[in-house]
Protein backbone atom coordinates (compact mmCIF):
# COMPACT_ATOMS: atom_id res chain seq x y z
CA UNK A 1 0.00 0.00 0.00
CA UNK A 2 1.31 3.53 -1.00
CA UNK A 3 1.75 6.23 2.23
CA UNK A 4 1.89 9.31 1.83
CA UNK A 5 3.54 11.84 3.76
CA UNK A 6 2.77 15.71 3.86
CA UNK A 7 4.89 18.67 5.26
CA UNK A 8 4.65 20.70 6.94
CA UNK A 9 1.94 19.89 9.04
CA UNK A 10 0.87 23.08 9.76
CA UNK A 11 1.79 26.72 7.89
CA UNK A 12 1.31 29.61 9.27
CA UNK A 13 2.08 32.63 6.41
CA UNK A 14 0.77 36.25 5.94
CA UNK A 15 -1.83 37.48 3.66
CA UNK A 16 -0.61 37.59 0.44
CA UNK A 17 2.55 34.67 0.69
CA UNK A 18 3.02 32.09 -1.31
CA UNK A 19 2.64 28.98 0.48
CA UNK A 20 4.33 25.76 -0.82
CA UNK A 21 2.43 22.58 0.58
CA UNK A 22 4.37 18.87 -0.37
CA UNK A 23 2.61 15.28 -0.89
CA UNK A 24 5.92 12.83 -0.84
CA UNK A 25 4.67 9.31 -1.46
CA UNK A 26 6.42 6.32 -0.75
CA UNK A 27 6.41 4.70 -4.37
CA UNK A 28 6.40 6.55 -7.67
CA UNK A 29 2.43 7.23 -8.41
CA UNK A 30 0.87 8.27 -12.27
CA UNK A 31 0.29 11.82 -11.86
CA UNK A 32 -2.81 11.54 -13.17
CA UNK A 33 -3.59 9.47 -9.76
CA UNK A 34 -3.38 12.02 -7.20
CA UNK A 35 -5.89 14.87 -5.87
CA UNK A 36 -5.95 17.71 -3.51
CA UNK A 37 -8.32 18.79 -1.19
CA UNK A 38 -9.37 21.93 0.85
CA UNK A 39 -11.16 21.11 4.29
CA UNK A 40 -12.59 24.23 5.52
CA UNK A 41 -13.16 23.98 9.52
CA UNK A 42 -16.50 21.99 9.86
CA UNK A 43 -17.36 21.47 6.18
CA UNK A 44 -16.73 18.57 3.85
CA UNK A 45 -13.64 18.56 1.92
CA UNK A 46 -13.42 20.18 -2.17
CA UNK A 47 -11.79 18.87 -5.02
CA UNK A 48 -9.43 21.48 -5.59
CA UNK A 49 -6.85 19.65 -7.85
CA UNK A 50 -6.87 16.33 -9.64
CA UNK A 51 -4.65 14.33 -12.27
CA UNK A 52 -1.73 16.51 -9.98
CA UNK A 53 -1.93 19.96 -11.95
CA UNK A 54 -5.77 20.67 -13.03
CA UNK A 55 -7.63 23.06 -11.26
CA UNK A 56 -11.57 21.70 -10.22
CA UNK A 57 -14.04 24.04 -11.48
CA UNK A 58 -14.26 27.13 -10.07
CA UNK A 59 -11.18 26.99 -8.54
CA UNK A 60 -8.97 29.94 -8.15
CA UNK A 61 -5.66 30.34 -10.49
CA UNK A 62 -3.83 31.29 -7.77
CA UNK A 63 -3.96 27.11 -6.46
CA UNK A 64 -1.65 24.99 -8.43
CA UNK A 65 -0.91 21.72 -8.50
CA UNK A 66 2.62 20.18 -9.77
CA UNK A 67 5.26 16.93 -9.29
CA UNK A 68 5.92 14.02 -10.80
CA UNK A 69 6.76 10.75 -9.16
CA UNK A 70 6.99 10.70 -5.71
CA UNK A 71 6.46 14.32 -5.04
CA UNK A 72 3.92 16.15 -5.17
CA UNK A 73 3.40 20.41 -4.81
CA UNK A 74 0.24 22.34 -3.81
CA UNK A 75 0.94 26.18 -4.34
CA UNK A 76 -1.01 28.92 -2.98
CA UNK A 77 0.59 32.27 -5.12
CA UNK A 78 -1.50 34.77 -3.02
CA UNK A 79 -2.39 33.64 0.72
CA UNK A 80 -6.06 35.45 1.35
CA UNK A 81 -7.48 34.80 4.20
CA UNK A 82 -10.56 32.32 2.89
CA UNK A 83 -7.67 30.01 2.37
CA UNK A 84 -7.52 29.09 5.75
CA UNK A 85 -8.50 25.25 6.10
CA UNK A 86 -6.63 21.57 5.88
CA UNK A 87 -5.37 20.63 2.62
CA UNK A 88 -5.41 16.64 1.86
CA UNK A 89 -3.37 14.76 -0.86
CA UNK A 90 -5.30 11.49 -1.83
CA UNK A 91 -3.80 8.91 -4.57
CA UNK A 92 -5.68 6.08 -6.14
CA UNK A 93 -4.53 2.41 -6.34
CA UNK A 94 -5.06 -0.40 -8.41
CA UNK A 95 -6.18 -2.73 -5.56
CA UNK A 96 -8.75 0.02 -6.40
CA UNK A 97 -7.28 1.76 -2.84
CA UNK A 98 -7.82 5.13 -2.41
CA UNK A 99 -5.43 7.05 0.63
CA UNK A 100 -5.02 10.10 1.87
CA UNK A 101 -1.95 12.15 3.31
CA UNK A 102 -2.37 13.55 7.29
CA UNK A 103 -3.04 16.71 5.82
CA UNK A 104 -1.59 19.99 6.44
CA UNK A 105 -3.13 23.00 8.18
CA UNK A 106 -2.47 26.50 6.51
CA UNK A 107 -3.17 28.96 8.85
CA UNK A 108 -2.90 33.16 8.61
CA UNK A 109 -0.84 35.10 10.68
CA UNK B 1 -27.60 19.53 -8.79
CA UNK B 2 -26.76 16.57 -7.36
CA UNK B 3 -26.64 16.37 -3.52
CA UNK B 4 -25.46 13.61 -1.30
CA UNK B 5 -26.95 13.65 2.64
CA UNK B 6 -25.87 11.18 5.30
CA UNK B 7 -28.24 9.85 7.67
CA UNK B 8 -28.32 7.47 10.62
CA UNK B 9 -27.53 6.86 14.72
CA UNK B 10 -25.02 9.46 16.06
CA UNK B 11 -24.52 6.95 19.09
CA UNK B 12 -23.71 3.20 18.45
CA UNK B 13 -22.76 0.72 21.39
CA UNK B 14 -19.45 -0.55 21.37
CA UNK B 15 -19.74 -4.33 19.58
CA UNK B 16 -22.35 -3.51 17.81
CA UNK B 17 -23.06 -2.56 14.12
CA UNK B 18 -22.54 0.97 13.03
CA UNK B 19 -25.56 1.67 10.34
CA UNK B 20 -25.75 4.87 8.10
CA UNK B 21 -27.57 5.76 4.30
CA UNK B 22 -26.34 8.25 2.10
CA UNK B 23 -29.66 9.80 0.13
CA UNK B 24 -28.72 11.44 -3.23
CA UNK B 25 -31.33 13.71 -4.12
CA UNK B 26 -31.56 16.13 -7.44
CA UNK B 27 -30.24 12.65 -9.57
CA UNK B 28 -30.50 8.95 -10.07
CA UNK B 29 -28.05 6.70 -8.32
CA UNK B 30 -28.39 4.16 -11.48
CA UNK B 31 -27.54 6.87 -14.01
CA UNK B 32 -24.01 8.29 -14.70
CA UNK B 33 -21.71 5.37 -14.39
CA UNK B 34 -20.93 6.52 -10.74
CA UNK B 35 -19.20 5.03 -8.28
CA UNK B 36 -20.48 6.02 -4.33
CA UNK B 37 -18.19 5.84 -1.70
CA UNK B 38 -17.85 6.00 1.92
CA UNK B 39 -14.94 8.12 3.86
CA UNK B 40 -14.68 8.71 7.47
CA UNK B 41 -12.58 11.56 9.60
CA UNK B 42 -11.51 10.66 13.18
CA UNK B 43 -11.24 13.77 14.92
CA UNK B 44 -8.33 15.56 14.39
CA UNK B 45 -7.42 13.09 11.58
CA UNK B 46 -7.21 12.38 8.24
CA UNK B 47 -9.25 10.79 5.51
CA UNK B 48 -9.82 7.26 5.33
CA UNK B 49 -11.51 5.95 2.27
CA UNK B 50 -14.07 2.90 3.26
CA UNK B 51 -14.88 1.34 0.02
CA UNK B 52 -17.10 2.13 -3.23
CA UNK B 53 -20.09 0.86 -4.88
CA UNK B 54 -21.16 0.69 -8.23
CA UNK B 55 -25.01 1.27 -8.80
CA UNK B 56 -24.89 -2.53 -10.29
CA UNK B 57 -24.05 -3.37 -6.85
CA UNK B 58 -20.53 -4.28 -7.16
CA UNK B 59 -18.08 -2.95 -4.69
CA UNK B 60 -14.71 -2.70 -3.20
CA UNK B 61 -13.45 -2.45 0.21
CA UNK B 62 -10.60 -1.17 1.88
CA UNK B 63 -8.47 -4.02 2.75
CA UNK B 64 -8.12 -2.52 6.24
CA UNK B 65 -12.20 -2.84 6.69
CA UNK B 66 -12.64 -5.36 4.77
CA UNK B 67 -13.66 -8.32 7.21
CA UNK B 68 -16.26 -6.20 8.43
CA UNK B 69 -17.70 -3.32 6.37
CA UNK B 70 -21.10 -4.24 3.64
CA UNK B 71 -21.94 -0.96 1.33
CA UNK B 72 -24.94 -1.72 -0.37
CA UNK B 73 -27.31 -0.10 -2.49
CA UNK B 74 -31.17 0.70 -2.92
CA UNK B 75 -31.81 1.68 -5.99
CA UNK B 76 -35.35 2.29 -5.87
CA UNK B 77 -34.61 4.84 -2.61
CA UNK B 78 -31.94 6.58 -4.32
CA UNK B 79 -30.13 5.72 -1.55
CA UNK B 80 -26.53 3.49 -0.63
CA UNK B 81 -25.78 2.67 3.17
CA UNK B 82 -22.87 1.57 4.86
CA UNK B 83 -22.79 -1.11 7.47
CA UNK B 84 -19.55 -1.05 10.05
CA UNK B 85 -20.04 -4.59 12.31
CA UNK B 86 -18.44 -4.88 15.62
CA UNK B 87 -17.50 -1.53 16.07
CA UNK B 88 -14.79 -0.09 19.05
CA UNK B 89 -14.12 3.67 20.39
CA UNK B 90 -11.66 4.10 17.61
CA UNK B 91 -14.14 3.78 14.71
CA UNK B 92 -15.87 7.26 16.17
CA UNK B 93 -15.27 9.83 13.63
CA UNK B 94 -17.04 12.39 11.00
CA UNK B 95 -18.56 9.63 8.16
CA UNK B 96 -18.78 11.15 4.53
CA UNK B 97 -20.39 9.63 1.35
CA UNK B 98 -19.13 11.03 -1.41
CA UNK B 99 -18.75 10.41 -5.33
CA UNK B 100 -16.57 10.61 -8.31
CA UNK B 101 -16.71 12.54 -11.30
CA UNK B 102 -18.22 11.71 -14.83
CA UNK B 103 -15.23 11.55 -16.62
CA UNK B 104 -12.49 10.70 -13.80
CA UNK B 105 -13.26 7.59 -11.27
CA UNK B 106 -10.02 7.90 -8.99
CA UNK B 107 -11.33 11.20 -7.49
CA UNK B 108 -13.99 12.63 -4.81
CA UNK B 109 -16.09 15.01 -6.68
CA UNK B 110 -18.89 15.57 -4.21
CA UNK B 111 -19.37 15.08 -0.64
CA UNK B 112 -22.29 14.82 1.86
CA UNK B 113 -21.72 17.13 4.90
CA UNK B 114 -20.58 14.55 6.99
CA UNK B 115 -22.41 12.76 10.10
CA UNK B 116 -20.62 12.21 13.86
CA UNK B 117 -21.25 8.63 14.95
CA UNK B 118 -19.91 8.27 18.53
CA UNK B 119 -19.25 4.43 19.20
CA UNK B 120 -19.92 4.69 23.39
CA UNK B 121 -21.74 2.80 25.92
Given at each position: ????TQSPGILSLSPGERATLSCRASQSV???????????????????????????????????????????????????????????????????????????????? | ???????????????????????????????????????????????????????????????????RVTISVDTSKNQFSLKLYSVTAADT?????????????????????????????
Amino acid sequence: EIVLTQSPGILSLSPGERATLSCRASQSVSSSYIAWYQQKPGQAPRLLIYGAFNRATGIPDRFTGSGSGTDFTLTISRLEPEDVAVYHCQQYGMAPIFTFGPGTKVDIK
Amino acid sequence: QVQLQESGPGLVKPSQTLSLTCTVAGGSISSGGYYWHWIRQPAGKGLEWIGRIYSSGISNYNPSYRSRVTISVDTSKNQFSLKLYSVTAADTAVYYCARDSPTNPVIFHMWGQGTMVTVSS
